[in-house]
């Protein structure tokens, strides 16, 4: 049998890369002295490894993201598709969504009628009564007629196919529980109109004109929102708000909208005091203006996530949230005023200083700062902490393949 030599230094680093990219090393807080150089060498290191894992034919498995690192090193993942509930992280990562159900698939891309609608399409399946996991026969774009009323334990499984909810109303979780959206591309989403919407087999009720978000969530909880591209929506691309709680956005890839993210519904309502959210290893991009997220009330762990772009500011929030911001990667656009992560609203300074607001182990490019506040009460960041913070110098690595994945069936994802 024949055997490749290969170079004992070249072993040795690639060993090392490889290590440094699975070892679960805690995140430091200490300032980096030199951001542009460490990025510069961090840009090199992942070239590198990602042609080492070519080569190797590691392709996505040992990238350092623990969702992706869970499913995608699987080449048989199209028949283990349920296996993805069991990859999830952060305070979602009970949302199982459609795992315990049949697998069902969406034939049918129309959606003439939102009061009955036909077997096979989309709406058909999501107001079904039990456990569902929603997958695509083919590529598909699904221009809704009214908003999609999601029913609990269910999941929208985009793997396999470039699945496409657009030019109409999108996607509402309310009142609902177990929810998992996967691999979607969700754009261009406009406000429904005033009709009858079929909610569960048994029901369909009145709804009045909705918001135009691309995933609405309200009064629901254990969702996850993984591996999706949004954009372009006319309210928000991701909108948690009426006591939604234990929520997972991951993976995501976002541009082109202004007000990304809201979490927790108004500074008056005191419901949301018990939200937790997850904004884990999202690549927030071209043409984004602020909302990344803002919060109210609540607890919100925002981890791993790389900011390439925004107009006026990052993550911002009211109403005393607790904002634990942990192993991001920051780069401030050019403009002189824009330069801060962070925006404390509605109140004075007096107030808002007393906000627990952390910044720890962070990459701050191109000017770009954080203003923190509070005493850092350990009880509320612990409210806060959902998974552990890899080092900032991976956030490239760890969000490299963000977005809607180009899987396709009968090959490795």
Known sequence: MAVVAMPTLSLLLL??????????????????????????????????????RRSLGYLSCGTG?????????????????????????????????GRDGKIYVVTDSGDDDPVTPKPGTLRYAVIQDEPLWIIFQRDMTIQLKEELIMNSFKTLDGRGASVHIAGGPCITVQFVTNIIIHG????????????????SPRHYGWRTISDGDGVSIFGGSHIWVDHCSLSNCHDGLVDAIHGSTAITISNNY?????????????DTYTQDKNMQV???????GEGLVQRMPRCRHGYFHVVNNDYTHWEMYAIGGSANPTINSQGNRFLAPDARFSKEVTKHEDAPEGEWKNWNWR??????????????????????????????ARPS????TITTNAGALSCRKGSRC
């Not at 202004?258 to 108004?266: F, R």
């Open 15 to 52: 060993l090392l890369l490889l290590v440094s990219l699975l070892a679960p090393w805690p995140i430091s807080s200490s300032p980096v002295q030199d951001p542009e150089l460490v990025v510069r060498e961090v840009h090199k290191s992942i070239a590198n490894a990602t042609r080492n």
């Open 65 to 97: 993201n623990p969702i992706d690192d869970c499913w995608r090193c699987d080449p048989d993942w199209e028949n283990n598709r349920q296996r993805l509930a069991d990859c999830a992280i952060g305070f979602g990562k009970n949302a199982i969504g």
């Open 184 to 199: 979607l591309n969700i754009h261009d989403c406009k406000q429904g109109g005033n009709a009858n919407v079929r909610d």
């Open 254 to 266: 976002m541009t082109h909208h202004d007000k990304v993210m809201l979490l927790g519904h108004s």
């Open 278 to 284: 997850t904004i884990a290893f999202n690549h927030f």
């Open 359 to 388: 910044s720890e182990g962070d990459l701050m490019m191109n000017g770009a700062f954080f203003t923190p506040s509070g005493a850092g009460a350990s009880s509320s960041y612990a409210k806060a902490s959902s998974l552990g």
């Open 393 to 396: 110098s991976l956030v490239g």
